[in-house]
């Protein structure tokens, strides 16, 4: 099965930016721990800090043989609608995941526009949350 891991804004800080809330982890840490544990799935993994970029992704997968994706949309979940439209556009199986719990935390982040396009969602859970939605997708 081939699964794409795709990661929005300030993703790329991870392991850097307020390791209280996201922990210490990196993306590259969360590809490795992925790779070991299901090594019978592809991952391809991407991280953007644009919006536009995350859009022509979805777009891009929607043509190949992914069979699914992991989407940490962070902020962009908040707020982008193009984002809402390229998931529901591209017919792909999406898990979205965050890996603080939006749902404790600002008034603003309660709210997911991707949430409601996505298959299911894991939030709160650290990065542990992105081998829970390998394996549902599996």
Avoid: W
Avoid at 18 to 39: F, H, V
Avoid at 48 to 59: A, P, Q
Avoid at 112 to 135: N, P
């Amino acid at each position: 099965m081939k699964i794409a891991v795709l990661n929005g804004p300030n993703l790329n800080r991870l392991g850097k930016r307020e390791p209280e809330i996201y922990g210490s982890k990196t993306l590259d840490d969360i590809a490795a721990e992925l790779r070991s544990a299901i090594p019978e799935a592809e991952f391809e993994f991407y991280q953007s800090n644009h919006e536009g970029d995350l859009v022509d992704k979805f777009s891009e997968l929607a043509e190949s043989d992914c069979q699914g994706v992991i989407f940490n949309p962070a902020a962009y979940s908040h707020t982008s609608v193009a984002l809402r439209d390229a998931i529901s556009a591209s017919g792909l199986t999406v898990i979205e995941v965050h890996i603080s719990n939006i749902h404790s935390r600002e008034q603003f982040r309660h709210h997911s526009f991707t949430a409601e396009v996505s298959k299911g969602v894991i939030t709160g859970l650290g990065t542990d949350g992105y081998l829970l939605a390998a394996r549902a997708l599996l």
